[in-house]
């Protein structure tokens, strides 16, 4: 794994690409919001290396163009959308019982500061979205997984991840909102919910990778479709004069899909300053992501808001 040159900490070094991903094929993977952005790809990858691929969006038409943009590159391809709104928990419930196999899930999928909006359940949105969605798909996959070829489920974080807090007194905003700081909530729920499950599928003796990862601040529609105003000004200048692109962006999350030496619990991010671009390396989670009672008490209150629970009863 690449690391950053100690003679320019903010120079990211030549490290792993996508060339380097192995074969994938006979393996399937599941990569939320596969259509657009990190998730697109993300699934163009894994399928361009051999994997089957379920991209999924919530939108069809949106789906079946990005499953036609990938085959006209890769006629081979072996890939194919399916429906998944996070935003709606039945539909969450309707898309895991139609998955027989799986050997990897991205959970990728996300909104970024959008204004305050209550998901079908009267969830706020991001928290909705980014993580109680994904919660309630790994809980429903997981016996899925359990039999699947080096299983891992990816959660897909950010770097403001680190500017977050768990407002369980406020958690859907409805006495103060702010959407950087209901943004970064979710993104610090991402890591606290992937390390939590590396614990308990570790003390259980299942063989499930829990794997982090984030982006480091990388161009996708994310930053036009959530934020509006002076926000969405903002972020369109610096996403031509900052960031790196998808590509590079989705580099992390490929490393902790698919290469052979990732563990479970680790956070892969880019190695360069800051961790806002370069290629993936080991990066570490701000500290109360590390907070065992922080920890039991989001997972308590996601099975309580999704009203889905895991099934971690050694077998």
Do not use: C
């Amino acid at each position: 794994m690449s690391t950053t040159p100690e003679d320019d900490p903010g120079a990211a070094a030549p490290g792993w690409t996508a060339a380097d991903i192995p074969s994938l094929v006979g393996r399937t993977f599941i990569v939320t919001g596969g259509n657009s952005g990190l998730g697109f790809e993300t699934s163009r990858e894994l399928a361009r290396h051999g994997a089957h691929v379920i991209l999924t969006a919530r939108d069809p038409e949106k789906g079946a163009d990005a499953v036609e943009a990938i085959q006209a590159e890769h006629p081979d391809a072996n890939v194919e959308t399916r429906l998944l709104d996070l935003a709606d928990l039945p539909t969450v419930t309707k898309f895991a019982n139609s998955v027989h196999r799986a050997d990897v899930l991205i959970n990728n999928g996300g909104v970024m500061m959008p204004p305050r909006t209550l998901s079908a359940q009267g969830h706020e949105l991001q928290l909705a979205v980014n993580h109680l969605g994904h919660f309630a798909l790994t809980a429903l996959l997981l016996d899925v997984l359990k039999e699947g070829r080096e299983p891992r489920v990816v959660t897909v974080s950010s770097i403001l991840h680190k500017r977050g807090r768990i407002h369980f007194d406020d958690l859907h905003g409805e006495q103060k909102y702010s959407r950087t700081g209901y943004y970064a909530q979710s993104k610090l729920a991402n890591v606290v919910f992937g390390l939590e499950l590396h614990r308990r599928l570790r003390a259980n003796g299942f063989a499930v990778a829990s794997v982090l990862a984030h982006p480091g601040y990388a161009a996708t529609n994310l930053q036009s479709t959530g934020p509006t105003g002076v926000a969405k000004l903002a972020m369109k200048v610096s996403n031509r004069l900052i960031a790196q692109d998808a590509a590079m962006g989705a580099l992390p999350q490929l490393y902790a899909a698919t290469a052979e030496d990732v563990d479970s619990g680790q956070f892969i991010g880019p190695n360069g300053r800051r961790e806002q671009k370069g290629y993936p390396t080991l990066v570490e989670p701000v500290e109360s992501a590390r907070d065992r009672e922080l920890a039991k008490r989001l997972w308590d209150a996601s099975e309580e808001l999704t009203g889905i629970t895991f099934d971690l009863a050694a077998r």
